[in-house]
T-cell receptor, first 110, second 113 residues
Framework: GQQVQQSPASLVLQEGENAELQCNFSTSLNSMQWFYQRPGGSLVSLFYNPSGTKHSGRLTSTTVIKERRSSLHISSSQTTDSGTYLCALDSGGSNAKLTFGKGTKLSVKS | GPKVLQIPSHQIIDMGQMVTLNCDPVSNHLYFYWYKQILGQQMEFLVNFYNGKVMEKSKLFKDQFSVERPDGSYFTLKIQPTALEDSAVYFC???????????FGSGTRLTVL
């Protein structure tokens, strides 16, 4: 089955609202990365977060290993936050390989 | 932050032709990767490469695919011959080690006609 599941699949917000994106995984975790994929397709790394909580501006990532989940919180959303948010799991082993979720498509309206 | 450059950004070729996608990874990185994303679908791992060798490849990495990085130049993905189902965006990535942050390029959109 799907090793990495993201929810919701899509989300529409009014500018200024907060968003909570979830990523659940079914295998062991070596690391978790969150990416933002622009509408044009390019990927931007947001967080490398194997455990605990990390902050970057309006973004917060929390990974709880024993619960096999990671979340991305966006506060005070802006229209420029629109795009797809991907989480990717590295389950460890000698070769680094990321397994991606299907993404959450976020649309922020003014 | 660190940049991975991919050349070209778009490539259109006829089915059966050969294509080479080029990637200039982050300068001190040692691990290199290719991922494939068909339009509207999930990003999927193709292959990783370290110390001049393929370390692991997925079932998507067909016999027609090959990778190399001759003498520290571009890390390349070659497809020969191409098929219609190879149409996708191919992303290159690099990292300094296993379990480290992967940095992705902007992708090459390949269209096979």
């Amino acid at each position: 089955g799907q090793q990495v599941q993201q929810s919701p699949a899509s989300l529409v917000l009014q500018e200024g609202e907060n968003a909570e994106l979830q990523c659940n995984f079914s295998t062991s975790l070596n690391s978790m990365q969150w990416f933002y994929q622009r509408p044009g397709g390019s990927l931007v790394s947001l967080f490398y977060n194997p455990s605990g909580t990390k902050h970057s501006g309006r973004l917060t990532s929390t990974t709880v290993i024993k619960e096999r989940r990671s979340s991305l919180h966006i506060s005070s959303s802006q229209t420029t936050d629109s795009g797809t948010y991907l989480c990717a799991l590295d389950s460890g082993g000698s070769n680094a390989k990321l397994t991606f979720g299907k993404g959450t498509k976020l649309s922020v309206k003014s | 932050g660190p940049k991975v450059l991919q050349i070209p950004s778009h490539q259109i070729i006829d089915m059966g032709q050969m294509v080479t996608l080029n990637c200039d990874p982050v300068s001190n990185h040692l691990y290199f990767y290719w991922y494939k994303q068909i339009l509207g679908q999930q990003m999927e791992f193709l292959v990783n490469f370290y110390n001049g060798k393929v370390m692991e490849k997925s079932k998507l990495f067909k016999d027609q695919f090959s990778v190399e990085r001759p003498d520290g130049s571009y890390f390349t993905l070659k497809i020969q011959p191409t098929a219609l189902e190879d149409s996708a965006v191919y992303f290159c990535a690099s990292s300094s080690g296993t379990g480290e942050t992967l940095y992705f390029g902007s992708g090459t959109r390949l269209t096979v006609l």
